[in-house]
C-alpha cells in the first residue's frame, strides 16, 4: 500500500496569511504513460463529507476559489492557501489514487491564529 | 447528489446494509466508492463498484467481509458489512469517482455505524 504522510499535523496561521501543507507519498504517483500525477486534496469541516479541491495534484475543481493551489510531483505535494479566510477552517487530507487500495493522508488540521 | 440511509446501532458478529441512492446524473456512467472513517481519524477507502458492469475491487483487509451491489433500476448502489467488530465503528460515505478516476467529486451525507455489544 501507498503510505500518505501529512506536515504538519496541526498548522495555525493568522487571518490573511500564507498557509502551506504538506504531503510524501512512500512511492511516486506520477503516471509515465499521461504524465499526470495521481493525487488529490479535501478539505473536511466538522459534521461534513470531505469535499474535493484539486485533483491531479494541481488541477483545481470547479468552484473552488484560486486562493487553494496545489503542486508537486512524484513523492511530494504541497497544498497551498494564498490568504487565508475564516472559512478555511477544516482538515485537509491527500489522497493517492495512482494504485489500489486508494489511501488517504492522515489529516493536517488548520486553525485560525 | 448522493442520499445515504441513516445511522445503524449493531452488536458485534452483526452485519449492516448501508445504501446510497444517486440522483442528477447519468448512474452507470460512474464508479461509486465507499469511505468510512473512525472517530478522529482520516478516510479509509473500503472499495468501489461500477454500476455498468458490477465489477468491484475491495480494499484486501475487508475481503470476505465486504459486498458492494448496485441496482440500476433504481440507480441505487448498496454496502454489506459482515462480521461487524467495534473497531468497525465509523462514518460511512458513500462517493462518486469524478471524470471517471478515483478521485471523488460528490460526497453522501455520511451514516455512522455504531457497533457496541
Known amino acids: 500500500d501507498i503510505v500518505m504522510t501529512q506536515s504538519p499535523e496541526s498548522l495555525t496561521v493568522s487571518l490573511g496569511e500564507r498557509a502551506t501543507i504538506n504531503c510524501k507519498s512512500s512511492q511516486g504517483v506520477l503516471y509515465d504513460s499521461d504524465n499526470k500525477n495521481y493525487l488529490a486534496w479535501y478539505q473536511q469541516k466538522p459534521g461534513q463529507p470531505p469535499k474535493l479541491l484539486i485533483y491531479w495534484a494541481s488541477t483545481r475543481e470547479s468552484g473552488v476559489p484560486d486562493r487553494f493551489s496545489g503542486s508537486g510531483s512524484g513523492t511530494d505535494f504541497t497544498l497551498t492557501i494564498s490568504s487565508l479566510q475564516a472559512e478555511d477552517v477544516a482538515v485537509y487530507y491527500c489522497?493517492?489514487?495512482?494504485?489500489?487500495?486508494?489511501?488517504f493522508g492522515q489529516g493536517t488540521r488548520l486553525e485560525i491564529k | 447528489q448522493l442520499v445515504q440511509s441513516g445511522a445503524e446501532v449493531k452488536k458485534p458478529g452483526a452485519s449492516v446494509i448501508l445504501s446510497c441512492k444517486a440522483s442528477?446524473?447519468?448512474?452507470?456512467?460512474?464508479?461509486i466508492a465507499w469511505v468510512r472513517q473512525a472517530p478522529g481519524q482520516g478516510p479509509q477507502w473500503m472499495g468501489l463498484?461500477?454500476?455498468?458492469?458490477?465489477?468491484?475491487n475491495y480494499a484486501e483487509r475487508l475481503q470476505g467481509r465486504v459486498t458492494m451491489t448496485t441496482d440500476t433500476s433504481t440507480g441505487t448502489v448498496y454496502m454489506e458489512l459482515r462480521s461487524l467488530r467495534s473497531d468497525d465503528t465509523a462514518v460511512y460515505y458513500c462517493?462518486?469517482?469524478?471524470?471517471?478516476?478515483?478521485?471523488?467529486?460528490?460526497w453522501g451525507q455520511g451514516a455512522l455505524v455504531s457497533v457496541s455489544s
Open positions: 442528477g446524473y447519468t448512474f452507470i456512467k460512474y464508479g
Open positions: 462517493a462518486r469517482e469524478g471524470h471517471g478516476y478515483s478521485f471523488f467529486d460528490s
Open positions: 463498484i461500477y454500476p455498468d458492469s458490477g465489477r468491484t
Open positions: 489522497q493517492q489514487y495512482y494504485s489500489s487500495p486508494i489511501t
